[in-house]
Structures are given as C-alpha cells and as structure tokens.
C-alpha cells in the first residue's frame, strides 16, 4: 500500500543519469522505497510522501557457477506465511542467518520453515536436482518468488527440464543429486557442501548458468 512517487518513465531516467555521473554503466541498480516520515510507532498514518533511494554497486564476475559452503541456520521462517512474498528490509531472520554463516565460516545459510520443510537462503531461492529434475520448494513455504527464479523455470522449459515445487525435508536434501542457489547479483551459485557434508554435483548447475548468462548478454545488448 505505498504508491510509487514516480513513474517509470522518471525511474527510467533516474537510472541513466546515476549511471552516467557515477561511469558505471555495467552495474547492479538497487531500489529502495519507504513510505516516508510519519508518526512515531507503526502507524503510517501521515507518511504520504515516499522515500525513493537508487544505488549503484559493482557487478560480480561472470564465468563457471561459483561453489558455495552452506549450513542450515537454527532461525525458522513460518509456514503458508503471505509476507514472505513481498521483497521487504523485515528480514531479521535472513539477516541473522547470514550472520549465523559467516560466524561458522560458510557463505551462505539455508533456513527451515516452522513445518521443518527447507526454504530458502538468507538472500537467495533453493534449488536441488533430482536426476534430471530441477526441484524448489514452493511458494507456501514461505519462499520469496525471487526475479531470478522465475528466469530458472524459463531455462528449464527451454532447455526441456523438468520443474517440480515441492517440499523437502532437511535429511533429504543431503541426498540430493547435486544443489544450486539463484540471486540476481551472481545468477546461479552450485553447493559445495552443507553443514560439513560434501554434496553430490550434476552438470546441469553448469548447463543452466551458462544458459542464464547468455540470456543476460542477450537481453543486456
């Protein structure tokens, strides 16, 4: 329920001119949106005006799927949850499962739902393969429906794979015939390993981030 300040149109032009005062023309362009300055507490009450915030940040290298040391994080996200389909800063849980990686010297974390079904990462959509068939939980699992997600199951029609959403529990997924994460920034990220464990890997984590990245420099053009 916050109306956008701008249009398109003016969004568009915002962009392209933060592009060409900061000289980053190949670059990841983060939107931000507030509702504005109201009262103090929840209430939004007089927060009329929003706050718009456009920044610009490198873009990572492209190449090969990069390989990811995971672990689970012991913070739960709820089941049939309807907030975790908007992409907004309430991610306490994400953020405290980042934080819980990094202390344990992995990349990333995957989170458990209150259903003990897997989820998601702090900051990216679950993959696994089974045999050929790509998996994800799905959206009642309290997943984000993140942007490149929706471009996986895309590839996966093209390139004549499977889809299936459903859900997994924790013990399964160490048995799974190979794991990828999906982020914006990086595309399509392969799993190493999970809580210690190596992981089984499948050539189609390699087919399908190849395929990603020629969408990219097409669309891109």
Request: net charge neutral; glycine share 8%.
């Amino acid at each position: 329920m916050i109306a956008p300040p701008f249009s398109s149109g003016a969004l568009r032009r915002f962009a392209e001119e933060l592009l060409a005062k900061n000289r980053m023309p190949e670059s990841l362009l983060r939107l931000v949106i507030s509702r504005g300055v109201g009262v103090r507490g929840y209430s939004p009450k007089g927060a009329g005006r929003p706050t718009l915030v456009m920044s610009l940040h490198p873009v990572p290298p492209s190449g090969p799927p990069q390989e990811w040391r995971l672990v689970t994080a012991p913070f739960r996200l709820p089941a049939n949850e309807p907030l975790s389909q908007f992409k907004t800063c309430n991610k306490l849980a994400q953020i405290l499962a980042r934080a819980h990686a990094e202390l344990a010297g992995a990349d990333e974390a995957l989170l458990l739902n209150t259903e003990d079904h897997v989820v998601e990462a702090s900051s990216s959509n679950l993959f696994w393969m089974a045999e050929r068939a790509v998996c994800t939980p799905p959206l009642a699992a309290g997943v984000l429906p993140g942007v490149t997600r929706a471009v996986v199951f895309e590839l996966c029609r093209t390139m004549g794979l499977a889809v299936r959403e459903t859900s997994l529990l924790l013990p399964d997924l160490y048995g799974a015939d190979g794991l990828f994460l999906s982020l914006s920034s990086i595309g399509l990220v392969e799993g190493a390993s999970l809580d210690g464990k190596a992981l089984k890997r499948s050539p189609v984590v390699t087919e399908l981030s190849q395929a990603y990245w020629n969408l990219v420099r097409e669309e891109s053009a």
